[in-house]
T-cell receptor
Protein backbone atom coordinates (compact mmCIF):
# COMPACT_ATOMS: atom_id res chain seq x y z
CA UNK A 1 0.00 0.00 0.00
CA UNK A 2 0.95 3.61 0.28
CA UNK A 3 1.17 5.96 3.25
CA UNK A 4 2.41 9.44 4.04
CA UNK A 5 3.27 10.91 7.41
CA UNK A 6 3.37 14.56 8.43
CA UNK A 7 3.33 16.28 11.81
CA UNK A 8 -0.24 17.18 12.72
CA UNK A 9 0.50 20.67 14.01
CA UNK A 10 3.31 23.24 13.91
CA UNK A 11 3.37 26.64 15.61
CA UNK A 12 5.78 29.50 14.87
CA UNK A 13 5.98 33.28 15.17
CA UNK A 14 5.92 35.89 12.45
CA UNK A 15 9.24 36.29 10.69
CA UNK A 16 10.48 32.85 11.71
CA UNK A 17 11.39 29.86 9.55
CA UNK A 18 9.47 26.60 9.78
CA UNK A 19 10.07 23.19 8.21
CA UNK A 20 7.26 20.68 7.60
CA UNK A 21 8.47 17.14 7.04
CA UNK A 22 6.86 14.40 5.00
CA UNK A 23 7.83 10.74 4.79
CA UNK A 24 6.19 8.38 2.37
CA UNK A 25 5.89 4.76 1.36
CA UNK A 26 4.53 4.10 -2.10
CA UNK A 27 5.06 2.19 -5.30
CA UNK A 28 5.50 3.87 -8.65
CA UNK A 29 6.76 7.12 -7.11
CA UNK A 30 6.88 9.95 -9.62
CA UNK A 31 7.13 13.12 -7.56
CA UNK A 32 6.23 14.98 -4.37
CA UNK A 33 3.96 18.01 -4.36
CA UNK A 34 2.98 20.46 -1.65
CA UNK A 35 -0.39 22.16 -1.30
CA UNK A 36 -1.68 24.89 0.99
CA UNK A 37 -5.27 24.96 2.16
CA UNK A 38 -6.85 27.75 4.19
CA UNK A 39 -9.92 26.95 6.26
CA UNK A 40 -12.93 26.69 3.97
CA UNK A 41 -10.79 27.02 0.85
CA UNK A 42 -9.45 24.78 -1.88
CA UNK A 43 -5.94 23.33 -1.89
CA UNK A 44 -3.56 25.51 -3.88
CA UNK A 45 -0.38 24.21 -5.47
CA UNK A 46 2.90 25.37 -3.90
CA UNK A 47 5.74 23.30 -5.29
CA UNK A 48 6.79 20.05 -6.90
CA UNK A 49 9.93 17.88 -6.70
CA UNK A 50 10.64 14.97 -8.99
CA UNK A 51 14.40 14.87 -8.48
CA UNK A 52 16.51 14.99 -5.35
CA UNK A 53 17.36 18.43 -4.13
CA UNK A 54 15.93 21.79 -3.26
CA UNK A 55 13.39 23.79 -5.27
CA UNK A 56 12.95 27.43 -4.31
CA UNK A 57 9.88 29.55 -5.05
CA UNK A 58 9.97 32.87 -3.26
CA UNK A 59 9.59 32.39 0.49
CA UNK A 60 8.81 28.69 0.02
CA UNK A 61 11.32 25.94 -0.70
CA UNK A 62 10.79 22.21 -1.03
CA UNK A 63 13.28 19.39 -0.72
CA UNK A 64 13.21 15.77 -1.79
CA UNK A 65 15.39 12.76 -1.06
CA UNK A 66 14.10 9.81 -3.06
CA UNK A 67 16.53 7.38 -1.42
CA UNK A 68 15.16 8.31 2.01
CA UNK A 69 11.52 8.61 0.87
CA UNK A 70 11.52 11.98 2.55
CA UNK A 71 10.76 15.55 1.72
CA UNK A 72 10.10 18.83 3.45
CA UNK A 73 8.55 22.21 2.86
CA UNK A 74 10.46 25.21 4.20
CA UNK A 75 8.63 28.45 4.82
CA UNK A 76 10.73 31.54 5.48
CA UNK A 77 9.81 34.99 6.79
CA UNK A 78 6.52 33.66 8.10
CA UNK A 79 3.48 35.88 7.79
CA UNK A 80 0.12 35.65 9.51
CA UNK A 81 -1.48 34.73 6.19
CA UNK A 82 0.64 31.56 6.09
CA UNK A 83 -1.57 30.07 8.83
CA UNK A 84 -3.18 27.17 6.98
CA UNK A 85 -2.99 23.42 6.49
CA UNK A 86 -0.16 22.08 4.36
CA UNK A 87 -0.38 18.76 2.55
CA UNK A 88 2.30 16.73 0.90
CA UNK A 89 1.09 14.57 -1.97
CA UNK A 90 2.86 11.76 -3.76
CA UNK A 91 2.13 11.45 -7.46
CA UNK A 92 2.39 7.94 -8.81
CA UNK A 93 2.77 6.95 -12.42
CA UNK A 94 -0.05 4.67 -13.42
CA UNK A 95 0.60 2.87 -16.70
CA UNK A 96 0.03 5.20 -19.63
CA UNK A 97 -2.78 7.13 -18.04
CA UNK A 98 -0.91 9.82 -16.22
CA UNK A 99 -0.51 10.06 -12.50
CA UNK A 100 -2.69 9.90 -9.48
CA UNK A 101 -2.08 11.60 -6.17
CA UNK A 102 -2.02 10.30 -2.62
CA UNK A 103 -2.27 13.07 -0.05
CA UNK A 104 -0.83 13.13 3.42
CA UNK A 105 -2.98 13.86 6.48
CA UNK A 106 -1.89 17.50 6.54
CA UNK A 107 0.00 19.76 8.93
CA UNK A 108 -1.81 22.66 10.51
CA UNK A 109 0.51 25.67 10.75
CA UNK A 110 -0.33 28.44 13.18
CA UNK A 111 1.64 31.67 12.90
CA UNK A 112 1.58 33.80 16.03
CA UNK A 113 2.19 37.55 16.17
CA UNK B 1 -9.02 33.04 -17.25
CA UNK B 2 -11.56 31.14 -15.21
CA UNK B 3 -10.19 28.59 -12.83
CA UNK B 4 -11.84 25.34 -11.84
CA UNK B 5 -15.49 25.83 -10.96
CA UNK B 6 -17.81 23.50 -9.07
CA UNK B 7 -21.52 23.45 -8.39
CA UNK B 8 -23.37 23.50 -6.14
CA UNK B 9 -21.41 25.07 -3.28
CA UNK B 10 -23.39 23.32 -0.58
CA UNK B 11 -25.83 20.45 -0.65
CA UNK B 12 -27.92 18.71 1.99
CA UNK B 13 -29.33 15.24 1.32
CA UNK B 14 -30.80 12.42 3.36
CA UNK B 15 -29.59 8.84 3.60
CA UNK B 16 -30.43 6.70 0.59
CA UNK B 17 -30.73 9.62 -1.81
CA UNK B 18 -28.60 10.22 -4.86
CA UNK B 19 -26.51 13.29 -5.65
CA UNK B 20 -24.77 14.75 -8.70
CA UNK B 21 -21.90 17.21 -8.40
CA UNK B 22 -20.51 19.18 -11.30
CA UNK B 23 -17.09 20.47 -12.28
CA UNK B 24 -15.74 22.66 -15.07
CA UNK B 25 -11.98 22.42 -15.51
CA UNK B 26 -9.57 25.28 -15.94
CA UNK B 27 -9.35 26.48 -19.51
CA UNK B 28 -6.97 24.31 -21.53
CA UNK B 29 -7.10 21.38 -19.13
CA UNK B 30 -8.24 17.96 -20.30
CA UNK B 31 -8.06 15.80 -17.18
CA UNK B 32 -10.40 15.90 -14.21
CA UNK B 33 -9.86 14.18 -10.87
CA UNK B 34 -12.30 13.95 -7.98
CA UNK B 35 -11.39 13.85 -4.30
CA UNK B 36 -13.28 13.42 -1.05
CA UNK B 37 -12.02 15.39 1.93
CA UNK B 38 -13.39 14.65 5.37
CA UNK B 39 -13.01 17.31 8.04
CA UNK B 40 -9.44 17.53 9.31
CA UNK B 41 -8.08 15.03 6.79
CA UNK B 42 -6.28 15.11 3.47
CA UNK B 43 -8.11 14.69 0.17
CA UNK B 44 -8.76 11.07 -0.81
CA UNK B 45 -8.59 10.22 -4.51
CA UNK B 46 -11.88 8.94 -5.95
CA UNK B 47 -11.23 8.68 -9.69
CA UNK B 48 -9.80 10.46 -12.70
CA UNK B 49 -11.28 11.10 -16.13
CA UNK B 50 -9.41 11.64 -19.36
CA UNK B 51 -10.79 11.49 -22.90
CA UNK B 52 -14.27 10.87 -21.46
CA UNK B 53 -13.26 7.64 -19.74
CA UNK B 54 -12.46 6.72 -16.17
CA UNK B 55 -8.73 6.03 -16.25
CA UNK B 56 -7.87 5.54 -12.59
CA UNK B 57 -9.85 4.81 -9.49
CA UNK B 58 -9.16 5.00 -5.80
CA UNK B 59 -10.57 2.80 -3.08
CA UNK B 60 -14.21 3.88 -3.35
CA UNK B 61 -17.28 1.66 -3.84
CA UNK B 62 -19.28 1.47 -7.04
CA UNK B 63 -21.84 3.85 -5.52
CA UNK B 64 -19.42 6.52 -6.70
CA UNK B 65 -19.52 7.00 -10.45
CA UNK B 66 -18.73 9.76 -12.85
CA UNK B 67 -18.73 11.09 -16.32
CA UNK B 68 -16.68 13.41 -18.49
CA UNK B 69 -18.21 15.32 -21.35
CA UNK B 70 -16.66 16.33 -24.69
CA UNK B 71 -16.02 19.85 -23.31
CA UNK B 72 -13.94 18.21 -20.52
CA UNK B 73 -16.44 19.09 -17.78
CA UNK B 74 -17.27 16.29 -15.39
CA UNK B 75 -19.90 14.99 -13.01
CA UNK B 76 -19.60 12.93 -9.85
CA UNK B 77 -22.60 10.82 -8.90
CA UNK B 78 -23.08 9.17 -5.54
CA UNK B 79 -25.95 6.72 -5.05
CA UNK B 80 -27.51 5.38 -1.85
CA UNK B 81 -25.96 8.09 0.28
CA UNK B 82 -24.60 7.18 3.69
CA UNK B 83 -23.93 9.44 6.64
CA UNK B 84 -20.22 8.81 6.11
CA UNK B 85 -20.41 10.40 2.66
CA UNK B 86 -20.65 13.81 4.30
CA UNK B 87 -17.52 15.63 3.20
CA UNK B 88 -16.04 18.30 0.96
CA UNK B 89 -15.85 17.02 -2.61
CA UNK B 90 -13.04 18.55 -4.59
CA UNK B 91 -12.53 18.57 -8.31
CA UNK B 92 -9.04 19.10 -9.71
CA UNK B 93 -8.06 19.64 -13.31
CA UNK B 94 -4.76 19.28 -15.11
CA UNK B 95 -3.32 19.06 -18.59
CA UNK B 96 -1.86 15.72 -19.61
CA UNK B 97 1.58 16.02 -21.17
CA UNK B 98 3.67 12.89 -21.61
CA UNK B 99 6.67 12.86 -19.33
CA UNK B 100 5.60 15.97 -17.42
CA UNK B 101 4.12 16.08 -13.93
CA UNK B 102 0.41 16.62 -13.57
CA UNK B 103 0.03 19.89 -11.69
CA UNK B 104 -3.48 19.82 -10.37
CA UNK B 105 -5.60 22.92 -9.85
CA UNK B 106 -8.44 22.52 -7.39
CA UNK B 107 -11.90 23.98 -7.44
CA UNK B 108 -13.54 25.45 -4.34
CA UNK B 109 -15.37 22.21 -3.60
CA UNK B 110 -18.92 21.14 -2.86
CA UNK B 111 -19.80 20.66 0.80
CA UNK B 112 -22.15 17.65 1.01
CA UNK B 113 -24.06 16.99 4.21
CA UNK B 114 -25.99 13.74 4.55
CA UNK B 115 -28.63 13.66 7.28
Amino acid sequence: GQSLEQPSEVTAVEGAIVQINCTYQTSGFYGLSWYQQHDGGAPTFLSYNALDGLEETGRFSSFLSRSDSYGYLLLQELQMKDSASYFCAVSRQRDNYGQNFVFGPGTRLSVLP
Amino acid sequence: DAGVTQSPTHLIKTRGQQVTLRCSPKSGHDTVSWYQQALGQGPQFIFQYYEEEERQRGNFPDRFSGHQFPNYSSELNVNALLLGDSALYLCASSFRLAGAPDTQYFGPGTRLTVL
